[in-house]
Protein backbone atom coordinates (compact mmCIF):
# COMPACT_ATOMS: atom_id res chain seq x y z
CA UNK A 1 0.00 0.00 0.00
CA UNK A 2 3.11 2.98 0.83
CA UNK A 3 4.69 2.27 -2.43
CA UNK A 4 1.67 2.75 -4.01
CA UNK A 5 1.71 6.78 -3.16
CA UNK A 6 5.91 6.29 -2.15
CA UNK A 7 7.09 6.54 -5.39
CA UNK A 8 4.91 8.61 -7.16
CA UNK A 9 5.78 10.83 -4.41
CA UNK A 10 9.42 10.85 -4.98
CA UNK A 11 8.71 10.92 -8.73
CA UNK A 12 7.05 14.24 -8.25
CA UNK A 13 9.26 16.01 -5.57
CA UNK A 14 11.78 14.66 -7.80
CA UNK A 15 10.68 16.17 -11.14
CA UNK A 16 10.49 19.41 -9.33
CA UNK A 17 14.08 19.78 -8.13
CA UNK A 18 14.65 20.66 -11.71
CA UNK A 19 11.74 21.85 -12.82
CA UNK A 20 11.96 24.85 -10.51
CA UNK A 21 15.25 26.48 -11.32
CA UNK A 22 14.70 25.28 -15.33
CA UNK A 23 10.83 26.65 -15.41
CA UNK A 24 12.74 29.97 -13.73
CA UNK A 25 15.29 29.62 -16.39
CA UNK A 26 12.58 29.70 -18.94
CA UNK A 27 10.80 32.37 -17.52
CA UNK A 28 13.77 35.08 -16.95
CA UNK A 29 15.25 34.11 -20.50
CA UNK A 30 11.20 34.74 -22.05
CA UNK A 31 11.15 31.63 -23.19
CA UNK A 32 8.14 30.25 -21.45
CA UNK A 33 6.62 28.36 -24.82
CA UNK A 34 9.48 26.50 -25.18
CA UNK A 35 8.30 24.45 -22.54
CA UNK A 36 4.85 23.51 -24.42
CA UNK A 37 6.95 22.74 -27.90
CA UNK A 38 8.74 20.11 -26.48
CA UNK A 39 5.97 18.68 -25.06
CA UNK A 40 4.53 18.87 -28.69
CA UNK A 41 7.58 17.36 -30.05
CA UNK A 42 7.36 14.38 -27.21
CA UNK A 43 4.24 13.56 -28.34
CA UNK A 44 4.99 12.99 -31.95
CA UNK A 45 8.46 10.97 -30.81
CA UNK A 46 6.43 8.51 -28.78
CA UNK A 47 4.28 8.04 -31.91
CA UNK A 48 7.04 7.23 -33.94
CA UNK A 49 8.56 5.05 -30.94
CA UNK A 50 5.24 2.99 -30.93
CA UNK A 51 5.58 2.50 -34.59
CA UNK A 52 9.09 1.09 -34.29
CA UNK A 53 8.04 -0.99 -30.80
CA UNK A 54 9.93 1.17 -28.72
CA UNK A 55 9.03 2.16 -25.31
CA UNK A 56 7.02 6.05 -24.55
CA UNK A 57 9.76 7.35 -22.95
CA UNK A 58 12.45 6.20 -25.40
CA UNK A 59 10.16 7.21 -28.14
CA UNK A 60 9.69 10.81 -26.46
CA UNK A 61 13.33 11.49 -25.95
CA UNK A 62 13.92 10.93 -29.35
CA UNK A 63 11.50 13.39 -29.96
CA UNK A 64 12.55 16.03 -27.77
CA UNK A 65 16.22 16.23 -28.38
CA UNK A 66 15.49 16.39 -32.07
CA UNK A 67 13.48 18.61 -31.92
CA UNK A 68 15.58 20.58 -29.18
CA UNK A 69 18.76 20.17 -31.77
CA UNK A 70 16.80 21.81 -34.86
CA UNK A 71 15.33 24.65 -32.73
CA UNK A 72 19.26 25.50 -31.78
CA UNK A 73 20.27 25.11 -35.19
CA UNK A 74 17.13 27.21 -36.74
CA UNK A 75 17.60 30.06 -34.36
CA UNK A 76 20.84 31.12 -36.39
CA UNK A 77 18.55 31.26 -39.69
CA UNK A 78 17.85 34.98 -39.99
CA UNK A 79 15.11 34.56 -42.86
CA UNK A 80 12.52 34.14 -39.58
CA UNK A 81 12.36 35.12 -35.88
CA UNK A 82 13.13 32.17 -33.32
CA UNK A 83 9.42 32.61 -31.84
CA UNK A 84 8.43 31.63 -35.15
CA UNK A 85 10.08 28.99 -35.85
CA UNK A 86 9.25 27.80 -32.42
CA UNK A 87 5.40 28.09 -33.32
CA UNK A 88 5.47 26.11 -37.00
CA UNK A 89 7.58 23.41 -35.07
CA UNK A 90 5.48 23.06 -32.15
CA UNK A 91 2.24 22.77 -33.72
CA UNK A 92 3.44 20.91 -36.50
CA UNK A 93 4.86 18.40 -33.86
CA UNK A 94 1.71 18.35 -32.01
CA UNK A 95 -0.39 17.73 -35.49
CA UNK A 96 1.55 15.20 -36.46
CA UNK A 97 2.32 13.33 -33.32
CA UNK A 98 -2.01 13.07 -33.01
CA UNK A 99 -1.77 11.69 -36.67
CA UNK A 100 0.48 8.96 -35.61
CA UNK A 101 -0.72 7.89 -31.77
CA UNK A 102 -4.18 7.93 -33.14
CA UNK A 103 -3.22 5.92 -36.33
CA UNK A 104 -1.45 2.97 -34.57
CA UNK A 105 -4.44 1.61 -32.82
CA UNK A 106 -3.07 -2.05 -32.69
CA UNK A 107 -0.43 -0.14 -30.26
CA UNK A 108 -3.26 0.41 -28.03
CA UNK A 109 -1.82 3.75 -27.53
CA UNK A 110 -3.76 5.57 -24.44
CA UNK A 111 -4.22 8.86 -25.56
CA UNK A 112 -5.81 10.47 -22.23
CA UNK A 113 -2.73 8.76 -20.30
CA UNK A 114 -0.35 10.54 -22.97
CA UNK A 115 -1.77 14.21 -22.84
CA UNK A 116 -2.62 14.16 -19.11
CA UNK A 117 -0.32 11.55 -17.46
CA UNK A 118 -0.31 8.99 -15.01
CA UNK A 119 2.40 9.82 -11.94
CA UNK A 120 0.39 6.57 -10.11
CA UNK A 121 1.92 4.78 -12.60
CA UNK A 122 6.11 5.15 -11.61
CA UNK A 123 8.15 2.28 -11.66
CA UNK A 124 10.91 1.51 -10.04
CA UNK A 125 13.13 1.35 -13.66
CA UNK A 126 11.60 5.21 -13.87
CA UNK A 127 12.68 6.38 -10.88
CA UNK A 128 16.41 5.50 -11.37
CA UNK A 129 16.02 7.44 -14.76
CA UNK A 130 15.15 10.24 -13.04
CA UNK A 131 18.03 10.06 -10.29
CA UNK A 132 20.56 10.01 -13.06
CA UNK A 133 18.89 12.69 -14.83
CA UNK A 134 19.02 14.56 -11.46
CA UNK A 135 22.58 13.91 -10.61
CA UNK A 136 23.58 15.20 -14.23
CA UNK A 137 20.84 18.31 -14.32
CA UNK A 138 21.92 19.68 -11.10
CA UNK A 139 25.61 19.29 -11.18
CA UNK A 140 25.30 21.34 -14.52
CA UNK A 141 23.18 24.09 -13.12
CA UNK A 142 25.78 23.97 -10.35
CA UNK A 143 28.77 24.25 -12.38
CA UNK A 144 26.98 26.44 -14.92
CA UNK A 145 24.97 29.26 -12.86
CA UNK A 146 27.30 31.78 -12.69
CA UNK A 147 27.59 31.56 -16.69
CA UNK A 148 23.33 31.26 -17.06
CA UNK A 149 23.29 34.13 -15.28
CA UNK A 150 25.72 36.42 -16.85
CA UNK A 151 24.46 34.89 -20.18
CA UNK A 152 20.89 36.28 -19.35
CA UNK A 153 21.80 39.39 -18.24
CA UNK A 154 24.07 40.26 -21.10
CA UNK A 155 24.98 37.73 -23.70
CA UNK A 156 27.64 40.49 -24.95
CA UNK A 157 29.79 40.23 -21.99
CA UNK A 158 29.28 36.81 -21.40
CA UNK A 159 30.97 36.48 -25.21
CA UNK A 160 33.52 38.93 -23.80
CA UNK A 161 34.40 36.84 -21.42
CA UNK A 162 34.66 33.76 -23.22
CA UNK A 163 31.49 32.02 -22.43
CA UNK A 164 30.46 29.83 -25.79
CA UNK A 165 26.87 31.52 -25.38
CA UNK A 166 25.12 29.01 -28.26
CA UNK A 167 26.76 25.89 -26.75
CA UNK A 168 25.41 26.87 -23.18
CA UNK A 169 21.82 27.46 -24.55
CA UNK A 170 22.40 23.90 -26.34
CA UNK A 171 23.48 22.24 -23.39
CA UNK A 172 20.56 23.77 -21.53
CA UNK A 173 17.73 22.69 -24.14
CA UNK A 174 19.13 18.61 -24.49
CA UNK A 175 18.89 18.85 -20.86
CA UNK A 176 15.46 19.97 -20.40
CA UNK A 177 14.72 17.86 -23.37
CA UNK A 178 15.52 14.85 -21.25
CA UNK A 179 13.24 16.44 -18.57
CA UNK A 180 10.73 17.11 -20.56
CA UNK A 181 10.70 12.91 -22.06
CA UNK A 182 10.91 11.66 -18.57
CA UNK A 183 7.66 13.98 -16.85
CA UNK A 184 5.80 13.85 -20.06
CA UNK A 185 5.21 9.75 -19.11
CA UNK A 186 3.84 11.21 -15.58
CA UNK A 187 2.32 14.85 -16.25
CA UNK A 188 1.45 14.34 -19.85
CA UNK A 189 1.85 16.45 -23.01
CA UNK A 190 -0.94 19.01 -21.69
CA UNK A 191 0.74 19.50 -18.46
CA UNK A 192 4.57 19.62 -18.34
CA UNK A 193 4.52 23.54 -19.33
CA UNK A 194 2.38 24.47 -16.67
CA UNK A 195 4.69 22.00 -13.73
CA UNK A 196 7.68 24.48 -15.15
CA UNK A 197 6.09 27.70 -15.44
CA UNK A 198 3.95 28.22 -12.66
CA UNK A 199 5.95 27.68 -9.92
CA UNK A 200 8.67 30.09 -11.24
CA UNK A 201 5.76 32.60 -12.05
CA UNK A 202 4.68 32.03 -8.80
CA UNK A 203 8.04 32.91 -7.05
CA UNK A 204 8.85 35.96 -9.47
CA UNK A 205 7.02 38.31 -7.37
CA UNK A 206 8.27 37.71 -3.67
CA UNK A 207 11.88 37.09 -5.13
CA UNK A 208 14.82 39.71 -5.45
CA UNK A 209 17.84 37.88 -6.55
CA UNK A 210 17.93 34.85 -9.19
CA UNK A 211 18.42 32.19 -6.88
CA UNK A 212 15.98 33.01 -4.48
CA UNK A 213 13.46 32.62 -6.87
CA UNK A 214 14.83 29.40 -8.29
CA UNK A 215 14.75 27.63 -4.87
CA UNK A 216 10.93 29.32 -3.67
CA UNK A 217 9.80 27.52 -7.06
CA UNK A 218 11.34 24.81 -5.90
CA UNK A 219 9.46 24.45 -2.98
CA UNK A 220 6.37 25.49 -4.83
CA UNK A 221 6.76 22.50 -6.44
CA UNK A 222 7.34 20.23 -4.48
CA UNK A 223 4.12 21.48 -1.91
CA UNK A 224 2.02 21.51 -4.84
CA UNK A 225 3.77 17.64 -5.65
CA UNK A 226 2.69 16.65 -2.15
CA UNK A 227 -0.91 18.65 -1.77
CA UNK A 228 -1.64 17.29 -5.36
CA UNK A 229 -0.98 13.63 -4.63
CA UNK A 230 -2.99 13.65 -1.64
CA UNK A 231 -5.83 15.38 -3.02
CA UNK A 232 -5.61 12.80 -5.58
CA UNK A 233 -5.46 9.94 -3.36
CA UNK A 234 -8.67 11.20 -0.61
CA UNK A 235 -10.81 12.56 -3.88
CA UNK A 236 -9.99 10.32 -6.66
CA UNK A 237 -8.59 13.27 -8.37
CA UNK A 238 -6.48 12.72 -11.79
CA UNK A 239 -2.71 13.12 -10.27
CA UNK A 240 -1.09 15.64 -12.91
CA UNK A 241 -4.33 18.11 -13.04
CA UNK A 242 -4.42 18.07 -9.29
CA UNK A 243 -0.83 19.04 -8.85
CA UNK A 244 -1.22 21.97 -11.55
CA UNK A 245 -3.81 23.21 -9.73
CA UNK A 246 -2.38 23.48 -6.37
CA UNK A 247 0.63 25.09 -7.94
CA UNK A 248 -2.08 27.33 -9.71
CA UNK A 249 -3.78 28.23 -6.14
CA UNK A 250 0.11 29.52 -5.01
CA UNK A 251 0.05 31.32 -7.80
CA UNK A 252 -2.83 33.55 -6.94
CA UNK A 253 -1.96 33.67 -3.12
CA UNK A 254 1.37 35.09 -4.15
CA UNK A 255 0.67 37.96 -6.71
CA UNK A 256 -2.44 38.91 -4.66
CA UNK A 257 -0.68 38.93 -1.78
CA UNK A 258 2.48 40.73 -3.24
CA UNK A 259 -0.29 43.22 -4.95
CA UNK A 260 -1.78 43.47 -1.52
CA UNK A 261 1.55 44.25 0.29
CA UNK A 262 2.82 46.96 -2.15
CA UNK A 263 -0.36 48.79 -1.81
CA UNK A 264 -0.11 49.53 1.30
CA UNK A 265 3.57 50.34 1.75
CA UNK A 266 2.41 52.46 -1.03
CA UNK A 267 -0.57 53.96 1.25
CA UNK A 268 1.90 54.64 4.00
Do not use: K
Amino acid sequence: MTELWLLPLFAGCGLMLLAGPFGSLLVWQRMAFFGDALAHASLLGVGLGLFWQWTPAAGALLGTLVFALILWRAERIATLAADTWLAVLSHGSLALGLLVVYGLSSAQANVNTLLIGDLLSVRWSDAGLLLVLLIIGLGWLIMRWRSLMLTILSPDLAQAEGINVSALRGQFMVLLAAFVALAMQWVGVLLISALLLIPAAAARPVSREPEHMAILATIIGLCSVMLGIASSWFLDWPTGPAIVVVALLAFVALWLGSAMWQRLRTAR
